[in-house]
């Protein structure tokens, strides 16, 4: 079944789910992966192979990536959360 862009799905190792689900990365459901899950795996092979980035350093830019989401996601009226910015080394 073709993808909306134009690829087809590419099926993902079931080893390779289960390993970003033991680093936290991912978070498997009982059905199998979702769309959504799918997209975070390229995202994770993407910043493995195009930026050598660990699962440690990963797990924060999805982390960012999940929040960025999220804040899309709330509605204008919705206050925003305070962000506290803290200077170190002056």
Do not use: H, N
Not at 6 to 32: F, I, M, W
């Amino acid at each position: 079944m073709p993808a909306g862009d134009g690829r087809r799905p590419r099926a993902v190792p079931r080893r390779e789910l289960q390993t970003y689900a033991a680093a936290g990365l991912l978070l498997l459901g009982e059905g199998g992966p979702s769309e959504a899950d799918l997209r975070r795996v390229r995202r994770i092979r993407r910043l493995r192979r195009d930026l050598g980035l660990s699962y440690e350093a990963i797990e924060i830019v999805l982390r960012l990536v999940d929040r960025l989401e999220a804040a899309e996601q709330r509605p204008r009226s919705e206050p925003r959360p305070a962000v506290r910015i803290t200077v170190v080394g002056r």
